[in-house]
């Protein structure tokens, strides 16, 4: 745990999402225009000057605008009376095989909250690969779905958390 943190190293985050996403779980397409947008936040964690994983976070009013036909976050109860631009959606959380089960995902999602609150979150969801729904769960995150196969086939569940 307690990796450097840095926002806006974006080339550093798609090295990471490449070599997670698409070469080592075999997604199709790892990347899209919400990465181009000023309001997506890349965040990369660092250890001993090396990257080990990254995230990214945004205003779900973009990934309406720009997400294509994507999977969109449902409706929930946190929703009730915050500004549509006041819910971010959290994803691409990405570490490195001889990095994991150290803290830094953890670390990575804290400090996506951080900076989202810093843009004026109030309301972080995510599409949690089955596997790791117990990570977000220890960190605050609660199911507002069930799991589906709508992300190339893959079990998630979507869950929320208000910041």
Known sequence: MGAEIRIGA??????????????????????????DDDRCLHI?????GEVVGCARIFPETLERTLGGEGVSAPACALDDG??????????????????????????LVRAS????????A???KLH??????GLYTQLGYEPISDVDYEDEGQPHQWMAKLL
């Open 113 to 120: 909250e951080e900076a989202a609150r810093g843009a004026g």
């Open 128 to 133: 949690a690969q089955s596997y790791v729904i």
């Open 82 to 107: 915050v500004d549509p631009d006041a819910i971010y959606l959290l994803g691409r959380v990405a570490v490195l095989p001889a990095y994991r089960r150290r803290g830094f995902a953890g670390d």
């Open 10 to 35: 974006r080339d550093d985050a798609f090295e990471v999402r490449r070599r997670v996403f698409m070469d080592e779980q075999g997604y199709e397409n790892e990347f899209d225009a919400i990465d």
């Open 44 to 48: 990369c964690g660092y250890e001993s």
């Open 122 to 124: 109030r309301v972080c």
